[in-house]
């Protein structure tokens, strides 16, 4: 007489438990190629959240970048470059000069009309491989906290329900825990993988569009405002931006060109934004005057400054003689403790003395809310939580086995 083994009869809550197991398995090896993809091709993504690239890379495309040496840049490449202090900017490469360990490039969104204001020194770029459009609008969806907090929690209940201690009197289930187990390692190592992620390549970057220049005139006078409308208008706090305007005045007779700031809006208000104000005889490439620079204004409240205007509603902050070109660089600071998101401000520059009047803006200025950093990283969430259940599940089984002794 034969006998079959019985086969042990399964749960449906066992079975969606160990499909989730294996599913998170496979995310980890992902994660696991994402992280070599990383450190050894330098691999990262940019995200298109503007119409700069378009009608290439729409607005909303995700792209993947990777490493190359500034000897490799060839024109027509797309290229992500740095910017010390600003976002970097990626655009088509228009011209290539130089030799050595560097170049000097110049770059142009395909959807715009001229070259970027100016070029720019590399050693290095990120060249764009590929991309894939409406993809960027998951990044931020998965960027979310409560998404993350919530595929954190999920991940957690996994790994903790995996090694929660079965009935040590049931052979059956014993085993079926230890068949788990390795399921449920790859399920931690899928969270703390994840982790790696955001440790060794970050969020994903913004692909930028770079600054604008804006030419206003009058009579006798001409403004030339050089802006990035994009980080004006998501600044964080004590994260500086600046605006750089360049003065220029014709009259037929000699003159004095007075220059003032005027402000207004919600964040107008004491330690609400700082502003300091240096003069450069030609334009300012990078932050840095190649010719002599002077100050201005020191960093000061910016409501201190505006408070009682001398002029045309705006505060003098200095004067030039009419014929000698002034380029001015105003550095733009929130200092407000706890910034509200959609929080903004009017920054303007005004001019006068020879002729009408002028006046030039940026744009609103406005703040996102805290700087980058100011909350925990999805990083440490991550590895707090695993711990915790990988702890709890611990705990059990040795009070467990101490029940069975």
């Not at 040496?69 to 740095?82: C, K, L, N, R, Y």
């Not at 931690?188 to 440790?199: D, I």
């Not at 600054?211 to 500086?240: G, H, K, W």
């Not at 919600?266 to 104000?277: C, E, H, K, L, N």
Request: with cysteine; aromatic share 6%; proline share 7%.
């Amino acid at each position: 007489m034969s006998t079959t083994a019985e086969r042990p009869r399964r749960t449906p809550a066992a079975v969606i438990g160990d499909v989730l197991l294996w599913v998170a398995s496979i995310g980890g090896v992902i994660c696991i190629l994402v992280v070599i993809a990383a450190v050894v091709f330098h691999v990262t993504l940019i995200m298109f959240k503007t119409g700069s690239m378009e009608p290439t890379i729409p607005t909303g495309s995700l792209a993947v970048v990777h490493e190359i040496p500034a000897s490799d840049v060839e024109v027509g490449q797309i290229v992500t470059v740095e910017r010390p202090g600003l976002l970097p900017v990626t655009h088509r490469v228009t011209s290539v000069a130089g030799s050595g360990d560097t170049r000097t490039i110049t770059l142009r969104g395909d959807a715009n009309p001229t070259d970027d204001v100016a070029p720019y020194v590399v050693s290095s770029v990120r060249e764009v491989w590929t991309w894939v459009p409406g993809w960027a609008s998951v990044v931020v969806w998965f960027s979310n906290p409560l998404v993350l907090g919530g595929l954190t929690l999920g991940a957690t209940a996994l790994v903790t329900w995996a090694f929660w201690p079965r009935d040590a009197g049931n052979g059956r289930r014993r085993a079926r825990h230890r068949g788990r187990a390795p399921a449920a390692i790859a399920s931690a190592g899928t969270t703390l993988l994840a982790a790696a992620v955001f440790v060794v390549g970050g969020t994903p970057d913004a692909a930028h569009a770079a600054e604008v220049e804006t030419v206003v005139s009058s009579q006798y006078l001409e403004l030339t405002s050089i802006s990035d409308p994009e980080l004006l208008s998501a600044m964080t706090r004590m994260n500086p931006v600046t605006w750089q305007v360049g003065v220029d005045a014709s009259p037929p007779e000699p003159g004095l060109v007075h220059l003032g700031v005027a402000a207004s809006g919600v964040m107008v208000a004491p330690g609400d934004m700082t502003v300091g104000v240096r003069a450069c005889p030609v334009r300012w490439v990078g932050g840095v005057c190649s010719g002599t620079a002077s100050t201005w204004v020191p960093t000061t409240d910016l409501a201190a400054l505006v408070a009682a205007p001398t002029a045309f509603g705006a505060h003098e902050i200095g004067s030039m003689d009419a014929g000698v070109q002034r380029w001015l660089l105003l550095t733009v600071t929130v200092t407000a403790t706890d910034p509200t998101p959609g929080d903004w401000a009017d920054l303007r520059l005004q001019a006068w003395g020879v002729g009408s009047p002028l006046s030039t803006g940026p744009g609103s200025l406005a703040a996102t809310g805290p700087a980058e950093g100011a909350v925990i990283p999805p990083a440490a969430l991550s590895l707090i939580a695993i711990a915790t259940g990988l702890l709890v599940a611990m705990i059990a089984g040795r009070r467990r086995e101490a029940d069975d002794e």
